[in-house]
């Protein structure tokens, strides 16, 4: 009796009358019944809302194809945007493209977090009483119209200043014929990501900006810190060169690289020189013969004997190539040096092409003008600032000061699509369209206009700026005869040879044979702030800043992609990291995220340090780009070291960002590194394995440190020949076992160790297999999907990875918002991560061989890893709902619809591929959303969307396969080889990944999987990788002939 | 106790139900009373005219309402009750309102459907769709439950067809 009065009490919370037992059944009987009831009846009721006219071209779930150029960087690739029912939910590389043939970098492929930003804005927005509100068009070109006028009037029109990010086309020459119209000086084109000391010691060598970089002519190459596949330069094309260059063995380049911090070109080279900063010119002299190797060693800290060796080895080999791109107060005169010495070498015309320019740094304006800027504002002297596409705000050092002199502006107009921190100083805010949103042109090498137009309707009320300045003009009597035409689409067709007919020709295929013919303005030389040589500065330390690969100057840090998707050389995310040598961090006591205090002349920062051993032992590195302010609801993660960089510039204008040393010391306190490393080394698993190219050559196996236990596997046997026969042992590891590259590749099912557990399958007299009987009408198993990974190719830049991201609706975890409430320590960006919740279908393990000494002489590999589609897989038999299975053609599936969450597949898995939705990353009624509209507006409408509780892994696209065999079967035929090919495969700028139908002869990955360099991870498991990777080709010493 | 038992077994029903739910049978009224009875059976229309990517993607497609609107911009209806439609879809139409049709098909998220390969394999539309030339209002005439789809798959129904059933097929 007592019990059922307390139970009741805390059920009902009515006290004194006891309910019995029976009435409190009932009501919860009835309880549930009505939930279930109101259950059944909230299905929501969809609604079909058909087109008023169907569009001619559209077929509703068939994607439609548009080509333009990307905008991300100025390189000018040309993209292909696939549009499904009005919405581009993918981004490909257009093939026909001569820049990048087909290719995307991971920044190009995050454009549509741009385009689908949930922080950009709205609509045009004027300051009202202090603060940005909203506004209409008509107000706010009424608005702007009149600041024109009244700027005019009062004798400022030479006073105003126009910041474009710059870009190549017709449009910079469209707008200095505007501002022109209107008495205004042509604009200032600006890119803080651009090396301008390069450029300038380009232009006054060469004539022109960034010449082509022939790497397959070359025997060496030595980059001092010209980092060509993080994103210096026109990086895509440089890659697809680099790794062609490579990827023929006998003639594959060295690459020594120079420099204090060792980047991913630096992980890609077969030599790192880790000379302190602002000692490159040494080794310049020294490779001039104007230096001895014994004073070159003095001033860079490096040993006499490896300079010696690199001065005799650059001596005798012919044709080299050599760059410049330091970042220091010297860049100018180490970048003409570096000029003369591949003059003096014979390399211009043979490695180095002027007359095959990129030209998307031609005409670009130097960082000092901008930086100039900020005291011409201070001290009055702008009526006028209107900014696009800049952030300069933020990508100054703060000690510019330019937010603070901005505010001297009278009136300041931002086109900026974004809240940056630039524009949210603005007065009026006149959103541009996204470069996918509208209509343009650029000419990225002679000869060929990239031509740009809009993929779909603006997201947004948003209008391209080209559009609203001829409206202005229109308005405009002293320039409304110059603009007689409706939009600058007709304007870009007037100039078009051929006209709109031409036009409409050659918008399919995305470029059109021709020369935009746009003269370069005479930009003044403006005043440099000299940055004194970094040895007159004090410190216990060299400070390097070098911009971070994805997101760059911080124009990508609001897209959750490009902050979740690991740096390629340190594996972190969503954080500032300040970089040092394991060494240096021992000797002031210091573990991976204890945080240091770096103190300069302009100011402290306090980081979370990583050890790490690509840096020079004197030096600590910071990414920029991080550490926003105001720029989205991603963009505050990380911290700016832009914040304590004094300012000065090298001789050419450019921001000098390896200028200063820094007082370095232990700070209070730690942070856990938000990283999805586990470890930086194999310990001798053999995950990634190189070849000597001597060995190679010679048909040894070689010896590579990263398979320490080869001979232990060998000697006690792996698995059983597929001939039933057991491994003899003892032989050479990856020669005789089956699953290796020179057994036949079984198409079909399974591997035969597996015979007995298969039942029917394994049964070779059974006629009940159904569609895994190679006979079955299907044909299913007759196909076997499968996957090459040459790791001779692959630099480890991630474009794969974001590839898929973009594919397959990969949710990003890492925002401060997605952070469940169980863990409480973990709060923040990079909660999630640090918890081993980052969910990429692919990622790039990233290994050290050697240097464990603390010695610069270690050798990286790269290994894209994905779900291996195993043909023996683990993770098949132990799921208990056969939620995942082996298809007949090879794959391994993974049904969403069935999974339960038990988590036994990823706990099987060697691999760690399998990824669980912790929490609803896909459900948009959970806290954890990861796509806040409208970033859903990019979800793949042919990939599933996977709720909480439910497994995902890579799935070699199935949904291409299926568009596929559906193209195949409508058309009545049978698929053709090589006719498509996976997400990541298709972007790789190295071309490192070959998909495609191995039981096939005529698929390219058939022959690549039978290569001799080919293996497969965790052999020794039986597991029997549908994924083959080719060793990487390692060129360790000088090649014979050098004494 | 008998009372708690009722509630019992209804609630036990009703979740059993309720997770696999069948909208067998469904006919919801739509804004516009489309007859298919009119369309197809007297005018003897082909379902392709209207659902015009069936055999061309894996969505069916709905008619643009300028398809309607093809005839109707002179057919005015015959019968009173026809003429009141008439005028509601051309309402729409002078309002360059799409017609919010309700959906009465829907497979769940995690099933991909290729409408097309069905269509053009002589998977005729009235085999899953049921006689919709004699619906006057459109109603769901199959389970379209997964157990049905696969009847059919191995090979089952009258006549038979020969389609794939490996999981990954459909479910990706």
């Given at each position: 009796m007592s019990d059922e009065r307390k139970s009741a009490a805390t059920i009902t919370q009515n006290p004194p009358s006891a309910v019995k037992r029976r009435e409190f059944l009932k009501v919860l009987g009835v309880g549930t019944a009505a939930t279930t009831m109101i259950g059944c009846a909230s299905e929501k009721v969809e609604k079909l809302i058909p087109y008023l006219v169907s569009p001619d071209q559209t077929v509703p779930g068939v994607s439609t194809y548009y080509a333009t150029t990307c905008r991300e960087c100025p390189a000018g690739c040309g993209v292909i945007a696939e549009t499904r029912d009005g919405r581009t939910i993918k981004l490909e590389g257009?093939?026909?493209?001569?820049?990048?043939r087909g290719a995307l970098c991971a920044r190009g492929q995050a454009a549509l977090q741009g385009l689908y930003n949930p922080d950009r804005y709205r609509g045009p927005m004027a300051r009202k009483n202090g603060k940005l509100e909203a506004v209409t068009w008509d107000e706010a070109l009424q608005i702007f119209a009149q600041k024109l006028g009244e700027t005019r009037s009062r004798g400022g029109a030479a006073s105003t200043v126009f910041i474009n990010q710059h870009e190549t086309g017709s449009f910079p020459g469209f707008l200095d014929a505007w501002l022109a119209g209107f008495g205004m000086p042509p604009h200032i084109s600006y890119d803080a990501e651009a090396d301008h000391a390069v450029i300038a010691a380009n232009r006054a060598t060469y004539g022109v900006a960034m010449p082509r970089l022939d790497f397959r002519a070359a025997r060496l190459i030595v980059s001092i810190g010209a980092d060509f596949l993080d994103n210096?330069?026109?990086?895509v094309p440089q890659q697809l060169d680099w790794a062609d260059a490579r990827a023929d063995h006998d003639k594959a380049p060295r690459l020594i690289y120079v420099g204090p911090r060792r980047s991913l070109t630096g992980l890609n080279a077969d030599q790192w020189i880790d000379c302190r900063p602002g000692s490159e010119m040494a080794i310049v002299r020294m490779l001039q013969g104007q230096m001895p190797a014994d004073a070159a060693a003095q001033a860079t800290g490096v040993s006499a004997a490896v300079l010696e060796t690199f001065a005799r080895e650059f001596t005798a080999t012919t044709p080299s190539m050599v760059l410049a791109g330091?970042?220091?107060?010297d860049g100018f005169e180490l970048a003409t040096a570096v000029n003369a010495l591949n003059q003096s070498r014979g390399n211009v015309g043979v490695t180095i092409k002027p007359a095959e320019p990129y030209l998307g740094f031609e005409r670009i304006s130097s960082p000092a003008e901008v930086r100039g800027l900020t005291e011409r504002m201070n001290a009055g002297g702008v009526s006028l600032l209107m900014v696009r596409g800049a952030n300069p705000a933020f990508t100054l050092p703060r000690a510019a000061g330019f937010a603070a002199a901005m505010a001297k502006v009278p009136f300041k107009v931002s086109f900026s699509s974004y809240p940056d921190e630039t524009s949210s100083v603005a007065d009026l805010v006149l959103p541009d369209h996204h470069p996918l949103e509208q209509w343009g042109d650029a000419e990225p090498v002679h000869g060929t206009i990239s031509l740009q137009q809009p993929s779909m309707d603006p997201v947004f009320d948003t209008r391209a700026t080209s559009d609203v300045l001829i409206e202005l003009a229109k308005k405009d009597p002293g320039s409304a005869a110059r603009y007689p035409m409706p939009d600058y689409r007709s304007w870009l067709i007037g100039r078009f040879a051929g006209g709109a007919a031409a036009l409409a020709a050659a918008l399919p295929r995305g470029i059109s044979a021709g020369t935009l013919g746009q003269p370069a303005p005479a930009r003044p030389a403006p005043a440099i702030r000299a940055a004194a040589p970094i040895e007159q500065s004090s410190g216990n330390m060299y400070l390097v800043l070098y911009p971070h690969p994805f997101i760059g100057d911080g124009r990508g840090a609001n897209k959750p992609w490009l902050q979740e998707i690991p740096d390629p050389v340190t594996k972190i995310c969503w954080q500032t990291v300040a970089e040092m040598h394991p060494a240096t961090a021992d000797r002031m006591g210091l573990a991976d995220g204890d945080h240091v205090s770096i103190q300069t002349s302009a100011g402290t920062l306090t980081l979370p340090v990583y050890r790490y051993l690509g840096t020079q032992k004197d030096t600590v590195a910071v990414a920029t780009g991080r550490g926003h302010t105001s720029a989205g609801r991603y963009a505050k993660s990380g911290s700016n070291p832009l914040e304590i960089l004094p300012l000065g510039e090298d001789r050419a204008g450019g921001v000098a960002f390896v200028s200063t040393k820094a007082n370095v010391s232990k700070a209070a306190g730690y942070a856990l590194l938000v990283t999805t490393e586990g470890s930086s080394r194999q310990h001798g698993r053999g995950i990634g394995r190189a070849i000597a190219i001597a060995d190679l050559r010679a048909g040894r196996p070689g010896n590579d440190?990263?398979?320490?236990?080869a001979a232990e596997v060998a000697r006690n046997g792996g698995a059983q020949s597929h001939a039933g026969e057991p491994n003899a042992g003892g032989e050479e590891h990856g020669e005789t076992m089956p699953g290796d590259a020179t057994h036949t590749f079984l198409p079909g099912l399974r591997s035969p160790v597996a015979r007995d557990a298969q039942g029917e399958l394994g049964n070779e007299q059974s006629t009940k297999k159904g569609m895994y009987d190679p006979n079955h009408w299907s044909g299913m198993s007759k196909r076997r999907w499968a996957m090459t990974v040459d790791l001779a190719r692959c630099t480890g830049c991630a474009a794969c990875v974001s590839a898929c991201y973009a594919e397959n609706n990969i949710p990003t975890v890492g925002a401060d918002w997605q952070v469940g409430t169980a863990a409480p320590d973990r709060t923040g960006f990079g909660a999630n991560i640090t918890r081993g919740r980052e969910m990429a279908w692919i990622r790039i393990e990233r290994y050290f061989e050697g240097g464990e000494d603390g010695s610069a002489d270690f050798d990286t590999r790269f290994i894209p890893m994905m779900c291996q589609h195993c043909g023996n897989a683990p993770c098949e038999p132990v799921c208990p709902v056969y939620a995942t299975y082996h298809a007949p053609d090879g794959l391994n599936v993974q049904v969403y619809n069935r999974c339960v969450g038990t988590r036994y597949c990823s706990n099987n898995c060697p691999y760690k591929v399998r990824y669980f939705n912790?929490?609803?990353?896909?459900?948009?009624?959970?806290?954890?959303?990861?796509?806040?509209e409208p970033l859903n507006w990019q979800l793949n409408p042919d990939v599933t969307v996977r709720g909480k509780g439910v497994m995902e892994k890579c799935s070699f696209c199935v949904q291409r396969i299926r568009e596929a065999e559906n193209r195949a079967a409508l058309e009545k035929r049978a698929l053709k080889p090589d006719e498509f090919t996976t997400a990541c495969a298709a972007g790789c700028p190295s071309r490192a990944i070959v998909f495609g139908d191995v039981a096939d002869e005529n698929w390219t990955v058939t022959q690549l999987a039978k290569d001799e360099r080919g293996y497969h991870v965790f052999e020794e498991l039986n597991t029997y990788t549908a994924v083959v990777y080719l060793k990487k080709v390692n060129h360790p010493a000088a090649p014979a002939g050098v004494a | 106790m008998p009372g708690f038992i009722f509630i019992a077994a209804l609630a036990t029903m009703l979740s059993a139900y309720s997770g696999a739910s069948s909208s067998e049978g469904n006919s919801p009224v739509q804004p516009v009373a489309y007859r298919h009875t009119i369309h197809v059976d007297t005018l003897k229309m082909n379902c392709l005219y209207c659902h015009y990517t069936a055999n061309k993607s894996f969505d069916p497609g709905m008619p643009a309402v300028g398809t309607c609107m093809g005839c109707h911009t002179v057919i005015a209806g015959s019968t009173d009750g026809n003429k009141a439609e008439i005028k509601k879809l051309v309402g729409f139409w002078n309002k360059k309102e799409g017609v919010p049709w309700v959906r009465i098909h829907k497979l769940p998220e995690y099933v991909h459907f290729p409408h097309m390969r069905h269509v053009n394999a002589g998977v005729s539309c009235q085999t899953c769709h049921g006689e919709i030339q004699n619906m006057k209002q459109v109603y769901q005439a199959s389970s379209l439950n997964m157990g049905w789809c696969i009847n059919c798959h191995i090979g089952q129904s009258n006549p038979p067809f020969k389609a794939r059933y490996d999981c990954a097929v459909c479910h990706y």
């Open positions: 257009n093939p026909e493209h001569p820049v990048n210096w330069g026109a990086m330091s970042g220091g107060a440190p990263a398979v320490a236990n912790w929490f609803g990353y896909g459900e948009p009624a959970r806290p954890q959303y990861a796509f806040p | -």
